[in-house]
């Protein structure tokens, strides 16, 4: 709960820094942000120092406060300690993977929260990068990304959503992340001593986090859009709803090559997983800004999306990418089945 708090508080934050730099007679609520009050600091631009103070004593206060409260408590208890007991909950119990909705769901609520709230607030500022005073030479190489001039709203919304193509990806290994920590915890093998099949459990697995995939990836796209639409910039839905499926193709290949590494070497899946998503999306955003080759910068997933809206969708190569992903799931489910459980 405490992570989940701390990343709440964390994009509370943000929102009041967005706010506050977009909305006209709002600039008082940098004052209710630490990210605020870095900007207030201003120091290419008349520094002031004395704001430092703030960060410094909201610091003190809150370890005061910290210790103060963890030297009130016993272990495992706290402001808001976990109920040991209650009125048992059957929902969402009848099967493996309804069981996995039950267990992922807050995790999957928070994400679609703050990507919903994210792409919503890119849309708004859309239409003011035209104005933002970015340089020439960032334009050019923002550019040579594909995704047009990032001064024109569509070319800035296409510049945006590969990192939502990242975000996306980065969830359906936390998906996988989530069943190795089942398998790790000793929990899976108690649900496969029932009537359970191990390729039902990870096919179920398998079809909670692409679902999870698609709605995240729409709910990108049709906030983007609401954000947009309320900025003053007049976009299709329907583009930006390809804009968000756009984010899948690559997603749903991680997620077949994360649940293959899960199923062969499962102490080192997630580590694997998520160090291929980040050298993909860094090989993509860097790779022809250095000056690559073409082949090599070919070889990341990423460089095969066309960046809608500003590009049309790349079919041939969406196709491609979700066959890959559909191979890898089969051969993680087969690999899986003739494998034992490993713990920690």
């Not at 009848?94 to 679609?112: D, F, I, K, Y």
């Not at 607030?121 to 030479?137: C, N, R």
């Not at 090599?296 to 095969?304: A, N, Q, R, S, Y």
């Not at 190569?317 to 089945?337: E, N, T, Y």
Request: glycine share 12%; charged share 15%; proline share 4%.
């Amino acid at each position: 709960m405490a992570l989940e708090l701390g990343g709440a508080a964390f994009g509370l934050l943000l929102l009041l820094r967005v706010i506050a730099d977009t909305s006209a007679g709002a600039g008082w609520l940098r004052w209710a942000t630490p990210l605020g009050w870095a900007e207030e600091v201003r120091p290419f631009t008349g520094a002031h120092p004395i704001v430092l103070l703030c960060p410094a004593v909201a610091t003190v206060l809150l370890l005061i406060a910290a210790f103060r409260i963890a030297a009130g408590r016993d272990i495992a208890t706290g402001l808001l300690p976990a109920r040991d007991g209650g009125e048992p909950r059957l929902g969402l119990l009848s099967s493996p993977t309804t069981q996995a909705l039950r267990a992922e769901r807050g995790n999957l609520t928070v994400w679609l929260c703050s990507i919903g709230a994210f792409a919503y607030i890119d849309g708004v500022i859309a239409k003011s990068t035209s104005s933002a005073g970015i340089s020439k030479g960032l334009q050019r190489e923002a550019a040579k990304l594909g995704s047009g001039s990032i001064v024109t709203p569509t070319g800035y919304l296409a510049f945006v959503f590969i990192f939502y193509v990242l975000a996306v990806s980065l969830f359906v290994c936390a998906q996988i992340g989530a069943g190795r920590h089942e398998e790790a915890e000793e929990r899976l093998e108690t649900l496969l001593s029932l009537p359970v099949a191990r390729r039902g459990w990870l096919g179920g697995r398998l079809l909670l986090a692409a679902c999870g995939a698609i709605a995240i990836s729409l709910a990108a796209g049709i906030f983007s859009w609401a954000g947009a639409e309320s900025g003053g910039v007049s976009i299709s839905l329907a583009r930006m709803l390809e804009a968000g499926a756009n984010c899948l193709p690559v997603a749903l290949l991680f997620l077949g090559i994360a649940a293959l590494t899960y199923a062969l070497v499962p102490r080192a899946s997630a580590g694997i997983a998520y160090g291929l998503v980040t050298l993909a999306f860094l090989w993509d955003l860097f790779g022809s800004v250095l000056g690559a080759p073409k082949w090599l910068v070919d070889l990341t997933p990423l460089e095969h999306v066309g960046l809608v809206p500003a590009e049309p969708f790349r079919v041939t190569a969406a196709l491609i990418m979700l066959a890959l992903a559909a191979l890898a799931s089969l051969a993680a489910v087969w690999a899986f089945r003739r494998r034992d459980l490993v713990g920690e």
